[in-house]
């Protein structure tokens, strides 16, 4: 059974940092990209950032300099470090996992990310 749990979000003032982490479970994590998306309220869900299992990157304009995504391969986990955080950035904040072979996608459940004073 695949699982990808996500922790670390909460309330932070506008200019603070989290930290976001998503453990994997039944997959062979090395053959999966790795990857965030965030939905914020009456918006689409948009891509965030992602990361292949080489360590190539791939990020958002509007997150470019202030979040830096990274994967822990010995502890199936991947992180989304954000800093300089924005009232923008208030979303759910959902990882996936993508297999490269298949293109065959899982969810993680969200975890919610406010920023606000």
């Known amino acids: 059974q695949v699982q990808l749990v996500e922790s670390g979000g909460g309330l932070v003032q506008p200019g603070g940092s989290l930290t976001l982490s998503c453990a994997a479970s039944g997959i062979a994590f090395n053959n999966y990209v790795m990857g965030w998306y965030r939905q914020a309220p009456g918006k689409q869900r948009e891509s965030v950032a992602s990361?292949?299992?080489?360590?190539?990157?791939v990020s958002a304009d509007s997150v470019k300099g202030r979040f830096t995504i990274s994967r822990d391969s010995a502890k199936n986990t991947m992180y989304l470090q954000m800093n300089s955080l924005k009232s923008e950035d208030t979303a759910i904040y959902y990882c996936y996992a993508r297999r490269v072979m298949t293109g065959s996608i899982y969810w993680g459940q969200g975890t919610q990310v406010t920023v606000s004073s």
């Open positions: 990361i292949s299992s080489s360590g190539s990157t």
